[in-house]
């Protein structure tokens, strides 16, 4: 399966890690750019082909600011897990 996890703080680079160990092919991405395995410096190349995204930042604006980039990249059957700590109205 191809993954994007965007955002590498403490819960998505162990996210990241395991699903690599796991054997899928992950594209990592961080708004700070970061030394980790398969880092891409843009958003669009994270998640360009992503069967799944997982998005794991801090707060309200850095997801809108995500979904609005990844949106117009979905391919059919895409699907986008958001996970950050947000509240619910968000």
Same mark, same amino acid.
């Given at each position: 399966?191809?993954?994007?996890?965007?955002?590498?703080?403490?819960?998505? +680079? &162990?996210?990241?890690?395991?699903?690599? =160990? !796991?054997?899928?092919? #992950?594209?990592?991405?961080?708004? $700070?750019?970061?030394e980790f395995p398969n880092?891409?410096? +843009? &958003?669009?190349e994270a998640v360009d082909? =992503? !069967?799944?995204?997982? #998005?794991?930042?801090?707060?309200? $604006?850095?997801?809108?600011?995500?979904?609005?980039?990844?949106?117009?990249?979905?391919?059919?059957?895409?699907?986008?897990?958001?996970?950050?700590?947000?509240?619910?109205?968000?």
């Amino acid at each position: 399966m191809n993954i994007a996890v965007l955002g590498l703080g403490i819960i998505g +680079s &162990i996210w990241a890690k395991n699903l690599i =160990a !796991d054997g899928h092919a #992950v594209r990592c991405w961080n708004r $700070t750019p970061k030394e980790f395995p398969n880092f891409y410096s +843009s &958003i669009q190349e994270a998640v360009d082909a =992503a !069967d799944m995204i997982f #998005v794991v930042v801090a707060d309200p $604006t850095a997801v809108q600011s995500i979904l609005d980039q990844v949106q117009p990249r979905l391919g059919p059957g895409a699907l986008v897990i958001q996970s950050s700590t947000i509240s619910a109205h968000w």
